[in-house]
């Protein structure tokens, strides 16, 4: 099994697999790759739950850390991250670790809420970045924040705290040369870069994950019956390509090619808004706002994003959604959109209602009582996006039963990629809306 | 439907402000006092019943559809496989064969044995089914059929037929009977998730394999009818789970016996009872009409409904003597073979007293003396004799008393009654009495301790002697999970000892309900670790299973004499103060 994680990973696994040779030790010879005894399910299963134990201990945290009246709210929050759909699509269904990462983001954003704090936040990322560099999309915020507050003085940005910066640069540094330490001794670095950074894997993965490249994609598609008429050139090889998104590689007919460095860039910049807000006004709340709006752009905008990473964006989220109404009109299409786009992961017909109907579910629950519990806003409410939110979470109903119904009776097999891309536009709206709605109410609040 | 009796509510929540000082103790409760409360702590209040029902309903369902993903009885285990392929046989038999044969064919192959209603719905599953995949149905070449997608289609069957008969029927039921009572909503809904959630009924219907719900959900239709005072719909519905599943038997002692009393208490009422009679005449009619008509129909076109006899009439299984008044080419006889054929699958006189192992007095009595060794015919007789013992006080007090409110615990008293002396039980057959022991959850005091540690015993101790049927198809798993989910959510032993020790009950009873209840959840446990890691000593290869025997009965038989007691205690017939009734009767009428 190929690897695509960073080092701590590895020796977490390496400390799992100490545990599997107890429970069955057919499990670990390295060739068994396709070998699955109900030990080994369970085995596999039950270290996910185990490990989930660690997301519980971030949300108490997280709950210890509100007071007064939010602490309700902060109760919901946490009870909506744990039963999220995502972390049970992901992990428990699909097979991932998820929810011990997203514990330990939580714990470092925690973290953060206080001075003395400062300090673990920055190095348990630093460590979460080793077991996933997923995380490192969210790394400017982190960089930002404690720039401004653990190594510059709260009062003035011209006087630099040495002593601070010090401690902070050691801890990081030695939990890099921890984590690659090892690795470089035997010069494997290069081999493990390439493994992190699969520039070479196309723009769009494979279901299409609802970003901007997914709706540009649609947006080529349509082009491609459009262009001829309007006297527009057609790319004569993207027609060809079989597959037209469904695995693989994404290729334009009509719209111009976008290249890593594009999207890079575009990542970047859109990071950087949200962080010059950041810089001047350090609070927690801003800060756990930045942190969404960095998963976001990275979302949005990054070079062969995965579905999986809206988690980055909606975790995160989650434990601001309930500051007022018009964070949760923001959160909620992103609610929507974010679960429904995980459904492509699971495609036989006996996961079908499990995801379906614990996505419901959740939506039900938790929209309803966010909408209890969130205070009204001091400020004006966007009319329109209110509007907005609540047209587009009652079309993702009849969507999901055409994709997951109407479409199989009346085109059989046919269109394959007909239900998907519906599903990735669909979300995508959902996701650059919400974006957008978050946008505006970080900066006007 | 349910609309006139609920419509006026908000005006009569004012009229009857007695009945909100009923419910106003529990009301005032400040913490949950088990984690099932707990859970749906956040919807008291304001919250409508449209955001709460639906989300238990989606969360119930849950668990079903994720307990289905489990094995079925029966799975790859040939020479005769189980439960889900004699369902799936008759889905087979009823859409490939002319009806007139249905009750004939291949009877060694798990022959239709279950009255006409359970075939008409096999015939409409098995239409649908062949829409998807016409394999899946194909006569003989089917059998034992394990296509993945088959394993869905009629786990999604199962949960389809209970979502529109028992679910439904489980919501009114718990509305109008803690409406009686004047239970608060929020009440009525932990109780309906505690319904919902039995371990027994998801074990045996969602992984095990078959359609009990439907016949329990028409069994509650029936109950919830009688609450609202519609006797003949009672009649029509009950008919309709004798029609789907001949168990219900369990239940029509107490079902004639409510209704009759109903027409002669208070007083005599002629009309009721010739509505009754003709509701239940014609409901049995147009049960068998299929059936009827069909035989006629195929005669009429030559098929037999024995197709290898060459047109010769075999005498008949039972009352062969009719044979001597009939002539057997007359245009009738066809129907007459057909509804004698029908009996006779469906009622096995023919068997012994007991098949396998199951928690009943008789094969628990068999370990101490061997009942084999005795005449059937005596066995019989004693079997008939038990049993109308043991279901005559239930009845002859609902029939005296015929209160709404006495329903639940005459219904369960008889069904143990049967299960535990009557002939040919199955273990399955617990379900029959568990049911209406838990929706006394949703009655009066219902979720207060000495009812929630009682109907948790029964139900848990239920799932217990059905252990062994489970794990003969690897199924410890969920078993282990929803059981322990369901004394987890009601705040039961082994999880907690919170449903014990109640406040204003008398000392002696409390510490004797816990002293018995302790002994048997440690009996349960112990077993369990012994059944798990110790062999049983080769002469008695079966130790496990009749160790499990002997307690379930002995268990079962308390869980009776509970429900016999608090019937006793509740219809007031001891006390003598009718006063005591006289304050609830405007409500019931």
């Known amino acids: ?445 | 439907m349910a609309a006139p009796a609920h419509k006026p509510r908000r005006k009569v929540n004012k009229k009857t402000a007695t009945f909100d000082a009923i419910a106003k103790p529990e009301a005032l409760v400040r913490t949950p006092s088990f984690p099932l409360a707990a859970f749906l702590w956040p919807a008291r209040g304001s919250v409508s019943q449209w955001e709460v029902l639906p989300l238990i309903l989606m969360a119930v369902g849950l668990f079903r559809w994720a307990a289905g993903l489990w094995g079925y009885s029966g799975f790859q285990k040939p020479p005769m496989f189980g439960d889900y392929e004699a369902q799936r046989h008759w889905m087979e038999v009823t859409t490939q064969l002319p009806i007139s044969q249905w009750y004939f064919h291949d009877l060694q192959w798990w022959g239709l044995d279950y009255p006409p209603l359970t075939a008409y719905h096999s015939w409409l599953l098995g239409k649908i089914g062949a829409i998807i995949d016409p394999t899946w149905f194909a006569l003989f070449e089917s059998r034992g059929s394990d296509d993945p997608t088959l394993k869905i289609f009629m786990r999604a069957t199962v949960i389809v037929s209970e979502y529109l008969i028992y679910i439904p029927a489980a919501v009114i039921f718990v509305r109008r009977y803690s409406r009686l009572f004047g239970v608060a909503p929020w009440t009525a809904w932990v109780a309906l998730v505690a319904i919902l959630m039995q371990p027994a009924t998801i074990l045996i219907d969602h992984v095990h394999f078959q359609y009990n719900t439907v016949m329990l959900g028409f069994v509650l239709s029936s109950m919830s009818s009688m609450l609202a005072g519609r006797h003949m719909w009672a009649a029509v519905f009950f008919v309709a789970a004798l029609g789907f599943k001949q168990m219900a038997l369990y239940y029509a002692p107490a079902v004639f016996s409510f209704l009759l009393g109903s027409c002669i208490f208070p007083r005599i009422n002629l009309g009721r009872f010739v509505v009754i009679a003709i509701a239940t005449i014609i409901s049995f009619a147009i049960l068998i009409l299929p059936i009827v008509l069909g035989a006629l129909y195929d005669a009429n076109r030559g098929i037999d409904s024995q197709p290898g006899l060459e047109g010769k009439h075999p005498p008949l299984p039972i009352f062969p003597q009719l044979a001597d008044y009939l002539d057997t080419s007359a245009i009738y006889y066809p129907v007459v073979e057909q509804l004698v054929q029908m009996v006779h699958r469906v009622f096995p006189f023919a068997r012994g007293l007991f098949e396998d192992k199951v928690a009943n007095f008789w094969c628990a009595a068999n370990v101490v003396i061997k009942l084999r060794d005795y005449p059937t015919v005596l066995l019989q007789r004693a079997s008939l004799a038990a049993t109308l013992a043991a279901i005559a006080p239930p009845n002859l007090i609902l029939f005296f008393r015929p209160r709404k409110e006495l329903l639940p615990y005459a219904f369960a008293a008889t069904a143990w009654g049967f299960f535990m002396f009557s002939y040919q039980v199955h273990e399955k057959s617990a379900l029959l009495p568990l049911l209406p022991m838990t929706i006394l959850l949703a009655g009066k005091q219902g979720l207060g301790k000495e009812i929630r540690s009682w109907v948790g015993f029964a139900n848990l101790l239920g799932a217990w002697t059905m252990f062994p049927l489970l794990q003969r198809v690897e199924l410890r798993v969920p078993y282990a999970v929803l059981t322990f989910l369901w004394a987890y959510l009601l705040g039961l032993p082994p999880t907690s000892t919170g449903a014990y020790f109640q406040e204003g009950q008398s000392e002696w009873i409390q510490w004797i309900t816990a002293l018995v209840h302790g002994a048997f959840y440690a009996l349960m446990l112990m077993w369990h670790g012994l059944e798990q890691f110790v062999l049983p000593p080769p002469s008695k290869p079966d130790l496990w299973v009749v160790a499990n025997v002997g307690i379930g009965a002995a268990g079962f038989m308390l869980c009776y004499f509970w429900c016999l007691g608090k019937l006793v205690q509740e219809s007031g017939i001891l006390t003598r103060k009718t006063g005591q009734s006289a304050d609830q009767k405007p409500k019931t009428q």
């Open chain 1, 1 to 445: 099994m190929d690897s695509g994680l960073p080092p701590f990973f590895a020796y977490f696994e390496a400390a799992m697999s100490q545990l599997a040779r107890l429970v069955d030790p057919m499990m670990l010879r390295v060739r068994n790759l396709e070998y699955d005894s109900w030990q080994t399910v369970y085995f596999q299963r039950s270290t996910v739950i185990a490990t989930e134990l660690i997301l519980v201990y971030a949300l108490q945290m997280f709950i210890d850390s509100a007071h007064g009246t939010s602490r309700r709210a902060a109760q919901a929050a946490a009870v909506s991250i744990l039963l999220s759909p995502g972390l049970l699509i992901i992990d428990h269904i699909h097979f991932q670790y998820n929810g011990c990462m997203y514990g330990i983001l939580i714990a470092s954003l925690v973290l953060a809420r206080h001075k003395s704090g400062l300090l673990s936040s920055g190095l348990v990322f630093a460590a979460l970045l080793c077991m996933k560099h997923i995380y490192a999309y969210l790394a400017p915020a982190y960089f930002v924040f404690l720039l401004r507050t653990y190594c510059l003085s709260p009062k003035s940005i011209y006087r630099i705290q040495f002593f601070n910066c010090v401690k902070l640069g050691s801890g990081i540094a030695a939990i890099l040369g921890l984590a690659f330490g090892p690795f470089a001794m035997k010069g494997q670095i290069p081999q493990i870069l390439s493994r992190l950074f699969p520039f070479s894997r196309g723009l769009c993965h494979a279901y299409w994950a609802p970003n901007v490249w997914a709706m540009y994609s649609f947006v080529d598609r349509l082009l491609i019956t459009v262009a001829p008429r309007v006297g527009l050139s057609v790319n004569q090889e993207a027609l060809k390509s079989v597959t037209r998104g469904l695995v693989g590689d994404t290729s334009f007919a009509v719209l111009p090619e976008i290249t890593p460095r594009i999207c890079f860039a575009l990542t970047l910049l859109f990071q950087a808004i949200p962080l010059t807000k950041l810089f001047l006004q350090p609070s927690w709340e801003a800060f756990i706002g930045a942190v969404t709006l960095c998963g976001y752009a990275s979302f949005l905008f990054g070079w062969h994003v995965h579905e999986k990473a809206i988690l980055l964006v909606i975790i995160p989220f989650s434990l601001i959604a309930l500051r007022d109404r018009r964070h949760l009109s923001a959160f909620r299409p992103l609610a929507v959109a974010g679960h429904v786009s995980l459904f492509p992961l699971l495609f036989t017909p006996a996961e079908f209602p499990i995801k379906t109907v614990y996505t419901i579910f959740w939506l039900m629950l938790f929209l309803v009582m966010f909408d209890r519990l969130a205070p009204a806003s001091n400020r004006q409410r966007f009319f329109l996006f209110d509007r907005f939110s609540t047209l587009y979470i009652a079309i993702s109903i009849p969507l999901i039963v055409y994709c997951s119904l109407v479409h199989r009776i009346v085109f059989g097999n046919r269109y394959e990629f007909l239900p998907l891309m519906f599903m990735s536009s669909y979300t995508a709206v959902g996701v650059v809306g919400s974006w957008l709605g978050f946008m505006g109410v970080y900066f006007t609040s």
